[in-house]
């Protein structure tokens, strides 16, 4: 079968262990971790590279020329306009042949072989209609002192736990961010943002005032399926009381099975 539209994405993990094992230095994969997962526009990312090459001395390495010429698969600043919905690795089909791994050995026969792989994935069932039950019919538990607890109330009885809990990291953090500068182009406002203490990077959130979506430049939405920091900064500057419906993903709603 061909997926001719897809986007091939090489596992963070695994790029990891290689930075590791070809430079074998913790100062360089602790570098490198930073280009793989951060939000860097692509002169930032660039400028970063070339100081990691000059760093670790690095610019003959066979290792770090290949790695580079397949930057398009693995950097988030190059990854950022795609749907991932947050998987950087191959994490989720590795954690589950680790977990029927635990019900199989070499020497059971094939009868029990596929009793044991049955059971296996019961219980992998049994624990999702677990959590489907307490996104159904439980409430997050809110913090009293949130200066955005509409949001997070919004986003609790729309999409599942753990999507609430991303969203409510996102949400602890847009207070620290200022923004710097406000203007407007046609239907739209456009903000600029600056974390507090930090004079280097900026972020650019678009505001469009026909139907309230907004769309931050470091794309975390457009990737993970979860509003940045930056953007419910600028809901919380506009004064908007309600969340756009275009910035709820409906695969992340208790209702999308």
Not at 174 to 184: H, L, T
Request: proline share 4%; hydrophobic share 35%.
């Amino acid at each position: 079968m061909c997926f001719p539209d897809s986007t091939h994405r090489l596992c963070g993990w695994h790029l990891s262990t290689n930075a590791t094992s070809n430079i074998k230095s913790p100062d360089f994969t602790k570098a490198f971790r930073k280009l793989l997962y951060s939000h860097y526009n692509v002169p930032q990312w660039y400028e970063r590279w070339d100081a990691l090459l000059d760093k670790f001395e690095l610019h003959d390495n066979a290792w770090a020329a290949t790695t580079y010429e397949q930057r398009l698969h693995w950097a988030e600043t190059f990854l950022k306009t795609h749907f991932f919905g947050g998987m950087s690795t191959t994490q989720r089909c590795e954690s589950i042949n680790s977990y029927i791994k635990r019900f199989l050995n070499c020497k059971i026969p094939l009868r029990d072989f596929i009793r044991h792989v049955d059971i296996a994935q019961r219980n992998i069932r049994e624990s999702e209609r677990h959590d489907d039950f307490i996104s159904y019919y439980t409430e997050p538990a809110y913090p009293t002192d949130a200066t955005l607890i509409g949001y997070l109330r919004q986003y609790g009885a729309a999409c599942t736990r753990q999507v609430f809990h991303m969203v409510k990291l996102e949400v602890d953090l847009e207070s620290r961010y200022n923004i710097v500068g406000r203007e407007a182009e046609g239907t739209s406002n456009i903000f600029k943002l600056r974390k507090f203490n930090h004079q280097v990077s900026e972020y650019t959130v678009t505001h469009s005032m026909v139907d309230n979506h907004l769309e931050c430049s470091c794309r975390q939405f457009e990737s993970d399926g979860i509003p940045c920091r930056h953007i419910f900064a600028v809901m919380k500057n506009l004064d908007l009381q309600h969340i756009p419906p275009t910035l709820i993903k409906r695969r992340f709603t208790v209702r999308a099975k």
